[in-house]
């Protein structure tokens, strides 16, 4: 029993478990998602957005940076899951308005991504990295506005149809830095910035 309780306590299976559980969720409805948008290209739900390719690259790149981090460089003494999961919500947000076509069929839909992302990112960083609020926001909206260059030269080069028009791209900006700001803001006025944060390792040897 007592070793069981000391097991208990070394992997924080009370404080974790939850995280634990939404972060695989979390990667399986990523690929569920995924095969959805390589199998049906040619639904009206993903066409001419490349989103099939993009997802991949989401699945077998991006979302694997926390388990990279924490394998390759020990980041963490005890792997972050909440913000983990945090991490991945930004891309499943994404994967599932397309999937349930919200991005077509409803109008200002795609605004809710453009201010939860940033903001969730924003999050992310200042917990699981110990960036300050202004660095975590600023370095968030500058992330959101490569990505928005990203998909204009991708219209212009490649042909896909991601952005509509000028006032498009300018509402997708603004709304990534209200979301960003609003998020950091809250976020480091609240308890959990000081008890749920994932102090990186070396922080800890101080």
């Known amino acids: 029993m007592a070793e069981l309780t000391r097991m208990t306590r070394r992997l924080a299976l009370p404080r974790d ?3 634990v559980f939404i972060n695989v969720l979390l990667r399986v409805l990523l690929v569920v ?12 739900r993903f066409a001419g957005k490349a989103l099939g390719p993009r997802n991949l690259v989401v699945l077998l790149g991006l979302s694997l940076l926390f388990p990279a981090l924490h394998l390759l460089r020990k980041n963490w003494r005890s792997y972050p899951w909440w913000f983990d999961s945090v991490y991945l919500s930004i891309f499943f947000l994404d994967m599932a308005g397309n999937a349930v076509n919200a991005y077509n069929t409803r ?16 999050i992310v960083l200042m917990g699981a990295f110990a960036i300050g609020p202004l660095a975590a926001a600023g370095f968030a909206t500058m992330l959101h506005a490569l990505l928005e260059v990203n998909e204009i030269y991708g219209d212009h080069l490649l042909g896909t149809k991601n952005v509509r028009d000028i006032m498009d791209t300018a509402n997708d900006l603004m709304a990534g830095i209200v979301g960003a700001t609003l998020f950091v803001l809250v976020y480091k006025g609240s308890e959990w910035y000081y008890t749920r944060r994932a102090v990186p390792r070396r922080e800890r040897r101080r």
Do not use: I, R
Not at 107 to 122: I, Q, S
């Open 17 to 19: 478990l939850g995280g």
């Open 107 to 122: 109008v200002g839909f795609d605004m809710l991504p453009h201010f939860y992302g940033p903001g969730a990112l924003g």
């Open 33 to 44: 998602l995924t095969a959805d948008s390589l199998v049906n290209a040619a639904d009206e």
